[in-house]
């Protein structure tokens, strides 16, 4: 068991002895102690008593002796615990015992992650990179938790732009030898007609119904549009090192034959209301600054189906037939509305029930260093693949000035594009800024790469092994305290799906390792010592490789 839900178990038995009843003991790291819980004052309320005396009642229900070198009632009614040496040494040797370092797998719960969700046919810009940076970091640590997680990669494959696509296909040829080049030129192209050429506008609109009610050579023309999508999306997933694969696609065209179904359903569950021709969902407590009820649209005017209807049936078939007890979708923030009417929608149709659970998984926006949305210089969307060649190049620049091993450019250059976007609260924007993130100090990807290359190093150049951990140091005890709140906060991002919360302890811990190593000598100590501390440097390392990997960075051995 984790050090923290020991104490949590043990003064929760105590705080109940009191109060007669469960009571959360509040527990917290502390300035003043290695820990306080702060429980007291709220139940002082309850009880109608002064704080101070709840504390030290909880004390005397549980005096804690045999974890505690020392406890106290401090201020208002805080209750201040200082752990006992031998505790941090044997609870550290445990957790180094453990293949899961003392994060216990959990009750596995299956869980769909929309993610990433690239639009087929167009450049993947760096709008996307967010949902798969941080939908990998998510589907990572859950796995790792032990749920069964389903990866969607909802994939915009499907609607009206294919109808321009696939013509400008047929014009080009490219459909022959089935090269279509660059696709963010293809698309452009294709555009630059649609806008111009009526001819071409009104071909398109026929494509578009001719894919939708399935003509097989139109399908096939979509097919070579979608396969090269595919493979260039699978490139990028490889350079980020992104978990997903072919398998996990689950495009909107694979709702298609399902959309007339939901919007039957829904019809019969009295939902569809017309709206101007169209049949829409209404979700009730959604409305326009006009006070107008705002529609999600199910069926158009011309008996298509879009991307609202799309989602439906993708929420239907992921709690339905995939069984989803836990649903995340990792997209922009600008589609707050659409997933909560979408949300809303499926507990009226009877989809959502109080089983389970469902959270649009938000985030800001990339922005450049002049602080606003990242451009070129050109004034277009940057190019996902431009944006990391340069990130590696910048990375393999900064190596060489450190004499190191330029292998490891890749890994330090992507680590460090990763690491920037999750280390931000993913609620907020975040500046895309090459120097920033590179640098090989301050809470970055290099910098925590650096930390654990560093103690690997010590490893080849000792020629002792760990030993038993005997904790003394007051920079040794910290170090146990950080090293031990690891399942804390693997726990906290679960819930919270906020990366940033590890990235912030990982950071933590590569300070808290310094500052050890800075006062306690390891390989100049008597042996005994010495082995312990090898053994504290050991669990750091394994600590922080698995922090970088479940946010889905690589930890090279040497930098
Ligand atoms: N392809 C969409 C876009 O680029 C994102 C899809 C997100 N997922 C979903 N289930 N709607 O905006």
């Given at each position: 068991m984790s050090l923290e839900s020991v104490l949590h178990a043990r003064l929760g038995a105590a705080f109940a002895a009191v109060a007669g009843a469960p009571v959360d003991p509040v527990l917290r790291r502390s300035q003043h102690a290695d820990f306080q819980a702060d429980g007291a004052l709220g139940l002082a309320r309850r009880l109608g008593k002064p704080p101070r005396e709840v504390a030290a009642a909880v004390l005397a229900a549980d005096p804690l002796d045999d974890l505690c070198a020392a406890t106290a009632v401090a201020g208002p009614g805080f209750v201040n615990l200082t752990l006992r040496a031998d505790v941090l040494s044997t609870m550290v040797a445990e957790m180094a015992a453990d293949d899961r370092l003392d994060v216990a797998a959990v009750e596995p719960e299956t869980v769909v992650v929309d993610y990433s969700a690239p639009n087929a046919a167009k450049e993947m810009h760096v709008g996307h990179l967010r949902s798969t940076i941080i939908g990998d970091a998510i589907v990572r640590l859950l796995e790792w938790l032990g749920h069964r997680v389903i990866r969607q990669n909802h994939l915009g494959d499907w609607g009206t732009p294919f109808g321009m696509l696939i013509e400008h296909l047929v014009d080009t040829g490219a459909a022959a030898d089935s090269s279509v080049g660059e696709l963010s030129d293809f698309y452009r192209a294709a555009r630059r007609k649609f806008d111009a050429d009526e001819e071409f506008r009104e071909r398109s609109r026929r494509r578009v119904v001719a894919l939708q009610s399935g003509d097989p050579r139109t399908r096939e023309l979509w097919q070579v549009l979608i396969d090269r999508s595919v493979a260039y999306v699978g490139e990028i997933y490889a350079r980020l090192g992104v978990t997903l694969t072919p398998a996990d696609l689950a495009g909107e065209s694979t709702y298609h034959e399902q959309l007339a179904s939901v919007a039957d359903e829904l019809e019969r569950r009295g939902l569809l209301r017309d709206s101007d021709g169209a049949q829409c969902v209404f979700p009730a407590g959604f409305t326009n600054r006009d006070g107008e009820p705002l529609p999600l649209i199910v069926r158009k005017a011309d008996g298509g189906y879009g991307y609202d209807t799309t989602d439906l049936a993708a929420l239907r078939h992921r709690v339905t037939d995939l069984r989803a007890t836990r649903l995340l979708y990792v997209v922009g923030s600008p589609q707050q509305q659409h997933f909560r009417m979408i949300f809303a929608a499926g507990r009226e149709a009877g989809w959502?029930?109080?089983g389970v659970r469902v959270e649009h998984v938000a985030h800001g926006s990339v922005l450049g260093t002049d602080g606003k949305m990242l451009r070129t210089r050109a004034g277009e969307t940057v190019k996902l693949t431009d944006l990391l060649d340069e990130a590696v190049a910048r990375a393999a620049e900064q190596v060489r000035e450190r004499h190191a091993?330029?292998?490891?450019a890749p890994a330090v250059g992507i680590g460090a594009v990763k690491y920037a976007d999750l280390a931000t609260d993913r609620l907020r924007d975040y500046t895309f800024d090459y120097d920033r993130m590179l640098a090989?100090?301050?809470?970055t990807g290099p910098y925590l790469q650096y930390a654990h290359a560093r103690i690997r190093s010590i490893f080849r150049r000792a020629d002792a092994e760990p030993g038993d951990v005997v904790i003394a140091e007051p920079a040794e005890r910290e170090l146990a305290l950080v090293l031990l709140g690891l399942p804390t906060v693997v726990a906290e991002v679960a819930t919270s799906l906020e990366p940033h919360r590890l990235c912030a302890y990982l950071y933590g811990l590569a300070g808290a390792f310094t500052a050890f190593y800075e006062r306690c000598p390891v390989l100049r100590a008597e042996p005994e010592v010495r082995a312990s501390r090898l053994a504290l440097c050991a669990l750091t390392a394994r600590v922080l490789a698995l922090g970088l990997g479940l946010l889905g960075i690589a930890a090279p051995e040497r930098m």
């Open positions: 959502l029930t109080d091993d330029e292998s490891v090989f100090d301050g809470n």
